[in-house]
């Protein structure tokens, strides 16, 4: 599964951007398509996350209410759209994908997800 994140930029602070991650067929049906993003000196967090299977999402308490998971059957993409961005949203965000349905609680793991791309840099200007 190769993955590969888009869309990132630098806009300045109460801006949008919308991320984008190409899915796969398989990943479609089922398993996760999960966003995490990394700031310098800081670990890896996740952002977001899309379970197919159940066709429901799940967000970072930091960005609830901001961010939002959209996708994309036809063209295969799903999105992630970033409103009222913040300075502390800087980060490399990624997008990352599992083949299995995961539970509710283990959404928030990033070794939970097996496939990862390279990322897209954010900046947030304040």
């Known amino acids: 599964v190769q993955l590969q994140a888009s869309g990132g930029g630098l806009v300045q602070a109460g801006g949008s951007l919308r991320l984008s991650c190409a899915a796969s067929?398989?990943?479609?049906?089922?398993?996760?398509m999960g966003w995490f993003r990394q700031a310098p000196g800081k670990e890896r967090e996740f952002v977001a996350a899309?379970?197919?299977?159940?066709?429901?999402?799940a967000y970072a308490t930091s960005v609830t209410g901001r961010f939002s998971i959209s996708k994309d059957n036809a063209k295969k993409m799903v999105y992630l759209q970033m409103n009222s961005l913040k300075p502390e949203d800087t980060a490399v965000y990624s997008c990352?994908?599992?083949?299995?349905?995961?539970?509710?609680?283990?959404?928030?793991?990033?070794?939970?997800?097996?496939?990862w791309g390279q990322g897209t840099q954010v900046t947030v200007s304040s």
């Open positions: 990352a994908v599992t083949t299995r349905n995961l539970i509710y609680s283990a959404l928030f793991s990033r070794t939970e997800y097996e496939y």
């Open positions: 067929e398989r990943n479609r049906r089922s398993g996760v």
């Open positions: 899309y379970r197919w299977s159940v066709g429901t999402a």
